[in-house]
């Protein structure tokens, strides 16, 4: 019989035993312990800092889009826009009768624009109106007065994480629980990525009056476009200017005549203006509430 085999295997079986009675001992292992210094870094990863308020809310003046009709005219459609962050903004409900000269001097507001439509209705709430749509936003929620226009309505929407979503219906317990900002109420103009649900009803009758329109879009980067244009515009027109613009998504509150984008400092509300918009009657432009945008300080931490 040769020694080797057997000298090596006694050498193994010692050095096995040995581990076995150090672990069994109570002892451990001496393995190289991982770096704190380098756990402490991958867990206090700092916060992203906040874009300049200019990043946040990019307001675009006096936009011009030449555009060609079915039969042929050209057209052009004048309009302004503000290009906002959705991961990096809050919406509030600015609640009273005729704030716009107030909101022209917010120190703390990026924009103010119009909200979905309501009916005046005496007696209900400080407002005396009722909302075509739910609202959940920054400093509360606020439910729809007119049930049957909310849930045949379209809406708005910003998760936690900061996505935009345009979807349709009224705001659900389980849209409650997804969202952080809702806005409903809304027509429907465009969306290349749905097609309306069966129990979609948006406005009341075809638009057919050529107007000052406000538009809400999703934009292909994730952005929210918030667009008023010049009077006098056909939805016709308004359809080409969407498509040319190639947003993923295009609704409407569409109120016409009481059509608000403020930007606090750069773009007032003035007393032209409320001519122009309503048509040269400025008494029915009064509005009870407005949205306010503000510029978040900091987005949510990761669980």
Do not use: C
């Not at 309009?79 to 917010?106: H, M």
């Amino acid at each position: 019989m040769r020694i080797w085999p057997l000298i090596a295997l006694g050498v193994f079986a010692g050095i096995a035993g040995g581990i076995s009675a150090r672990i069994f001992s109570g002892g451990a292992l001496n393995w190289p312990e991982p770096s704190t210094e380098l756990i402490t870094v991958l867990r206090k990863q700092p916060p992203p800092q906040p874009p300049s308020r200019d990043e946040i809310a990019r307001f675009v003046p006096d936009q011009r889009a030449e555009l060609v009709r079915a039969n042929g005219d050209p057209i052009a459609v004048e309009y302004s826009s503000v290009i906002l962050d959705p991961r990096w903004i809050d919406l509030e409900f600015f609640g009273g009768w005729n704030r716009e000269f107030e909101a022209n001097e917010d120190p703390e507001a990026l924009l103010f624009f119009t909200g979905p439509t309501f009916e005046k209705q005496f007696g209900r709430g400080e407002l005396d109106m009722a909302l075509h749509g739910d609202l959940m936003l920054s400093n509360g929620t606020w439910r729809a007065g007119n049930r049957a226009a909310a849930a045949g309505r379209a809406y708005i929407a910003i998760t936690s994480e900061g996505e935009l979503v345009f979807g349709y219906g009224d705001l659900t317990p389980s849209r409650e629980e997804k969202f952080r900002l809702f806005v409903g109420g809304l027509h429907a103009f465009s969306h290349q990525d749905q097609i309306p649900p069966a129990d979609y009803r948006g406005v009341y009758g075809e638009m057919r009056l050529a107007d000052v329109r406000i538009i809400y879009a999703l934009r292909s980067d994730g952005a929210l476009e918030v667009i008023e244009t010049a009077d006098g515009v056909h939805f016709n027109d308004l359809k080409l200017l969407v498509e040319q613009r190639n947003f993923t998504a295009a609704f409407l509150p569409d109120h016409a005549s009481k059509s608000r984008l403020i930007v606090p400092g750069t773009r007032p509300w003035s007393e032209e203006q409320a001519v122009w918009v309503s048509g040269g009657k400025p008494s029915i432009t009064q509005l009870p509430f407005m949205l306010r945008v503000l510029a978040r300080d900091a987005l949510p931490q990761a669980r």
